[in-house]
């Protein structure tokens, strides 16, 4: 596949046109990173880029769509929300460079699925083993919060996403409502059976999609958002992220860290 066509001005069909053709995950993560389908998007990614935060007055911001992060033959898939405006954003790497993401990384070094417990830039030595770090929209919105149509344009990239990585792929961890609301369509779509009516977001929700004729059996696995709001008042606590990572890794196949009593 020629992966040289550059995207128009706000494409919409951008992301529907070449993510189904992508043969590895290395075409579609550049596919990604020039994707121009959503106007508001675009102009809120940019801006934040050019304005940036006081902090990081000296850095230049990544400014694009976000790939995701992970090896190719992960058996075990991190669904989040998307990129923050200040955190992948700016450092161009899924989940780094925020709160949540610190959160996160912590807990994944815990269970043993990242090399180090922080994630602060592109290039700061971070690997994960047999987990990938992917979200339901790739550019930072405003307020955190993207629209309906933006996360239904951006579907193409999740669907491609999950495609090449179902040969291994045995379960998924979602973190948050919109991620697991965004994802069951796409789960349905792609040939598992999600049952009806659809299961209810929740942390601690666990779902087994079965096996098919063209799809090996899938866990899903619920877990609250990282995000400050929920870690700042306990109603994610680092043990019930850890715990929901285990449980994953282990259906992955993926050797743990022990437990710490």
Excluded: I
């Excluded at 993560?29 to 990614?45: E, I, K, N, Q």
């Excluded at 769509?65 to 998307?82: E, I, N, R, S, Y």
């Excluded at 009806?196 to 929700?205: C, D, I, L």
Aim: glycine fraction near 12%; charge should be neutral; include cysteine.
């Amino acid at each position: 596949m020629d992966g040289a066509e550059a995207p128009g001005p706000y494409d919409r069909a951008f992301p529907a046109r070449r993510a189904p053709g992508c043969g590895s995950l290395g075409e579609l993560d550049a596919l990604v990173t020039r994707c121009r389908a959503c106007p508001r998007l675009v102009a809120w990614r940019e801006e934040v880029a050019e304005v940036k935060r006081a902090a990081f007055q000296d850095q230049e911001y990544w400014g694009r769509p976000v790939p995701g992060f992970g090896p190719a033959d992960a058996t075990v898939a991190v669904v989040g929300l998307a990129p923050a405006a200040h955190g992948g954003n700016r450092t161009g790497r899924m989940f780094t460079g925020d709160a949540a993401g610190d959160f996160l990384f912590a807990a994944l070094h815990t269970v043993g699925l990242a090399s180090q417990p922080t994630s602060e830039y592109a290039g700061d030595g971070l690997t994960l083993r047999g987990v990938r770090l992917t979200s339901p929209v790739h550019c930072a919105p405003p307020d955190n919060k993207p629209t309906p149509g933006e996360r239904d344009t951006c579907r193409a990239w999740l669907s491609a996403e999950l495609d090449l990585l179902s040969p291994g792929l045995r379960a998924v961890v979602v973190l948050g409502g919109f991620g697991w609301r965004a994802l069951l369509p796409v789960l349905a779509e792609a040939g598992w059976q999600v049952p009806r009516p659809r299961p209810v977001f929740g942390h601690g929700s666990r779902v087994v999609l079965p096996a098919t004729e063209r799809r090996q059996e899938l866990h899903l696995l619920g877990s609250y958002h990282p995000s400050q709001r929920n870690t700042f008042t306990g109603r994610l606590t680092m043990p019930m992220l850890v715990d929901v990572l285990r449980e994953a890794a282990a259906l992955g196949g993926l050797p743990v860290s022990p437990e710490v009593s």
